[in-house]
């Protein structure tokens, strides 16, 4: 069976993405800037604006997800593809030192990995996920999550203090 | 005529071993457990440290989980604490056997951030060597694919011209691998004398290589057939889920490419097909990625007809200090899409640099497609992915 | 005291018996060497060229490293198997060197069971193999075993199918017999009125040996070793001697059978005593063609092994039996 890809004009698609999720979903900031359609949503709506994208709107590419510690809380940043000129930029933002979000692997499977990895080096708990394991770093004894603005790296820190 | 049924229903099949695993009520009865078995970090033949735990019935694997993570160099730490410029040499080492392509969406998200314009013949050279890069990925590529397989000489030929391109490289950035030569606003320097036509040369000469040296030797292989036909298939629809990027997804049929969907850089004005097979199984890749080491053949002609002439480096002032915000570099490395986020606080340093390699997500493959295929089919389709461990654990 | 005693038993035997086994050490030593230089120039490059002049001396280099190694064993293997099983693979290689013969009149032992003697020593590789990876007692050895034993046994049965053809026009089971029937220039050699049971026994004769395609028991890409993992040292250094030793033995075998053994392809070439030459060469060639195939091609999976094996040889050895029996009733004056 073959998946076939949005053709037509960029612009028009572009436009026809944004009014899709406007329609559906109260967002916080949308526009369309060169080829990105930027939006900024709620957390607890997240996934449902990309089962939109997904389901009604054909953006079939999950391109990855970004974590960024800003001190306090954490912005999410998930780019959709449609993988013909269109990019679907969703932000996110949790608030507090222990954040949880939905997961997305039920609409982006390929999500379980960047998921995996925004868990083990931030500690982001997703509810749903089926098998929420750190992806790089040691699976037992080893209760860091590195990226976090609040691990330092030190030279004076040995292998034994980190275990 | 037996050959020909039997080739009929491997591909039917795909390789699998369908209905040859015990059913539940003679398991208990005789007591059959699967083996869980580590094909472990350290393993002569792994595209490099990967630990993969097997559970297996006869030869028959049942589940397969990588675990990764033994290669990880917290790359995306190391760049928050290095100026903008000092992050390029990171860069270099994420994917070693390409490291061209890394450099170069680093610098296209931090230009991205400063909006920047790149002299026209920075440009040029940019996609040359991306493109000189990408030939020399593909085919060790193809030459790992055929060791696993148990043929250990078409990888020393496919390092022979690998070799030949490093000369090049080194002759134009100073480095046999890790070039340190694609920097933020442009190139280090310029081409030497000479060299487009010592490349234009070797470029003919690759190109009347390629079918003696590779194709004719492997492709009508009865054993690489029967071991690459069928293995390792998947839908259009699996592999987008799946997020598969570069030669795993085409090889199923789907045409995505970011250097024609996405178009960055010199790609704007090149003409080349993207190479995509409709079977979905490790025979298709291996097409895929000649189909493309022949493409890329074609676009470094193009630009070696068209070098434009001028300056390399755009002028950024001494200081990369980009202000406040989000740049995003989106090229296209040998091994799928690769993209850089890079976020700025107004400092000399980047607040957070999320590489999205294309390994980490293509290596999703090896859990869903590999149950149900046999012990030795594992390399084949870790042939089709064409994992580099640094690419996976950055 | 006469030398005319050592021509008699047991000293004769016995002697000859040494000297065979020194021959099949050398063999095993050389063919290492034999191996790396025509792999090297297989893949565009030259091979050991430091030890020794043109590096010939390497074998020696070799051995000697061998020998100093430490014996490796893991703690819980099964000490007893673990450590048997390498002369369980050695002797079956080295023991049927004794009924080959090299020259007219130059046999160790002119048994008239000759053939049966190669097909059920043979056999007995299958069990030095499972010792081997039984032995070991990890999952890689255990895989490796398992596999090298479905293997050999399922290629011995085409092996011995081909060989009823050549039994069949010789009217005897003796190697001398089948070497002296081929005489009178290469025309009269099996191979070609045989000639699908000299692909058959070549083919099935790579399998025994456990020869790229067919070297999955040791697979060096999936099972890194297969059953020979957990072996260092001089252990490891006799499983190798053993299988070099196996492809030199399947080739002569194949040589005396199919290509005439010591007979000069045009009688105007004969030596006399001193065939052995002829016979040196024609195994030296089979042998190179063993080495070739392992170089370029790459390995068969185990179901397509096994598939073909019993679904292709199988049938082919049998079909040409009956061609053979047919054409021996139908044209009695050539057979």
């Known amino acids: 069976m073959s998946v076939t890809l949005p053709e037509g004009d960029l612009q028009s698609r572009l436009e026809r993405y944004l009014k899709g999720f406007r329609n559906r979903h109260g967002l916080g900031e949308s526009a369309v800037e060169g080829n990105v359609v930027r939006l900024v949503v709620e957390p607890n709506i997240l996934p449902e604006v990309l089962a939109t994208a997904r389901d009604n709107l054909a953006v079939l590419h999950l391109s990855f997800i970004t974590v960024v510690d800003l001190e306090g809380s954490f912005e999410l940043t998930y780019e959709l593809l449609d993988m013909r000129g269109g990019i679907v930029r969703v932000k996110t933002r949790l608030e507090g030192e222990e954040p949880v979000i939905d997961t997305v692997t039920n609409i982006y499977p390929t999500a379980n990995f960047h998921e995996r990895e925004a868990y083990d080096m931030f500690g982001i708990a997703f509810r749903g996920h089926p098998d929420l394991r750190r992806l790089y770093m040691w699976q037992d004894h080893f209760d860091h999550h590195p990226l976090l603005k609040s691990f330092e790296i030190s030279t004076k820190r040995t292998f034994e203090g980190l275990r | 005529m037996l050959r020909e049924e039997r080739r009929a229903r491997e591909q039917n099949r795909g390789g699998r071993a369908s209905g040859r695993l015990a059913g539940p009520d003679v398991r208990d009865e005789f007591g059959i457990e699967t083996l869980e078995m580590n094909m472990g970090p350290q393993h002569p033949a792994m595209h490099g440290l990967l630990r993969l735990i097997l559970e297996l019935d006869g030869e028959t694997v049942v589940r397969c989980d990588p675990v990764m993570g033994y290669l990880h160099r917290s790359k995306e730490k190391i760049s928050e604490n290095r100026m903008y410029p000092s992050v390029v040499p990171i860069t270099d080492r994420i994917d070693y056997m390409n490291n061209i392509a890394m450099e170069y969406g680093y610098c296209m998200a931090v230009e991205d951030l400063l909006d920047a314009e790149i002299p026209p013949r920075a440009d040029a050279i940019r996609a040359l060597l991306n493109e000189l890069g990408r030939i020399m990925s593909h085919i060790p590529s193809i030459g790992f694919l055929l060791l696993e397989l148990g043929a250990f000489t078409p990888i020393l030929y496919a390092f022979r011209e690998r070799e030949r391109i490093q000369n090049m490289f080194e002759a134009i950035t100073g480095a046999r691998m890790m070039f340190h030569y694609i920097r933020i606003g442009g190139v280090k320097a310029d081409l030497p004398e000479g060299m487009p036509e010592q490349m234009w040369e070797y470029i003919e000469g690759l190109e009347k290589r390629l079918k003696p040296d590779f194709m004719d030797l492997i492709e009508g292989n009865e054993i690489f057939i029967a071991r690459t036909r069928g293995v390792g298939k998947m839908t259009q629809e699996k592999a987008i889920e799946m997020g598969l990027t570069g030669p795993p997804l085409r090889c199923t049929g789907v045409s995505y490419d970011v250097r024609r969907d996405y178009p960055y850089g010199w790609y704007k004005n090149l003409d080349f097909d993207v190479i995509t097979d409709e079977a979905g199984d490790v025979e298709a890749s291996y097409r895929v990625r000649i189909g493309e080491v022949q493409q890329s053949i074609r676009m470094i002609k193009q630009i070696l007809e068209n070098l434009p002439e001028g300056e390399v480096m755009a002028d950024l002032g001494r200081r990369i200090r980009p202000s406040e915000g989000d740049g995003f570099g989106r090229a296209e490395s040998a091994r799928g899409e690769y993209v850089v986020h890079v976020v700025s606080d107004g400092s000399d340093t980047p607040y957070r640099v999320r590489y999205r390699t294309p390994c980490t997500v293509n290596m999703q493959l090896l859990k869903e497609i590999v149950p149900g295929h046999y012990l030795p089919d594992i390399m084949p389709i870790m042939g089709l992915i064409d994992p580099v461990s640094g690419s996976w654990d950055k | ?335």
């Open chain 3, 1 to 335: 005291m006469s030398l005319d005693i050592l021509n008699q038993e047991p000293f004769r035997f016995l002697i000859s018996f040494g000297a065979i086994l020194f021959l099949v050490l050398n063999l095993a030593a050389v063919l290492t060497m034999a191996e790396r230089k025509v792999s090297a120039y297989i893949q565009l490059r030259y091979g050991p060229n430091r030890v020794g002049p043109r590096g010939l001396l390497q074998p020696a280099a070799d051995v000697f490293k061998l020998f100093t190694k430490e014996n490796v064993s893991p703690s819980r293997a099964d000490l007893w198997v673990f450590l048997l099983a390498p002369i369980a693979m050695f002797i079956p290689a080295a023991a049927v060197w004794l009924v080959i013969p090299f020259a007219p009149g130059a046999v160790v032992a002119d048994l008239n069971i000759a053939i049966v003697f190669f097909i059920a020593i043979t056999s007995i590789g299958a069990l030095g193999v499972i010792m081997a990876g039984y032995g070991s007692r990890s999952n890689f050895s255990l895989l490796g075993a398992l596999r090298g034993a479905a293997q050999m046994i399922s290629y011995e049965v085409p092996l011995i199918l081909s060989l009823l053809g050549i039994v069949m026009l010789t009217g005897s089971l003796s190697l001398v017999d089948v070497v002296n029937a081929q005489a009178g220039g290469f025309w009269h050699w099996y191979f070609l009125p045989q000639l699908p049971m000299f692909v058959v026994f070549y083919i099935a004769g790579l399998a025994e040996a456990r020869r790229v395609p067919f070297d999955l028991p040791e697979g060096e890409s999936e099972i890194s070793g297969g059953f020979m993992v957990e072996y260092s040292g001089m252990t490891w250094a006799l499983i190798q001697a053993s299988e070099f030793a196996s492809m030199g033995l399947i080739s002569a075998i194949h040589v005396t059978l199919f290509l005439g053994g010591w007979q000069p392809p045009i009688d105007a070439l004969d030596l006399g005593s001193f065939n052995w030459i002829w016979f040196g060469l024609k195994t030296a060639l089979i042998i190179f063609t063993f080495q070739w195939i392992r170089w370029t091609m790459p390995r068969l999976r185990m179901d397509q092994l096994m598939d073909f094996g019993w679904k292709v040889l199988v049938p082919v050895c049998l079909i040409w039996l009956f061609v053979t029996a047919g054409a021996m009733l139908l044209l009695p004056s050539v057979f």
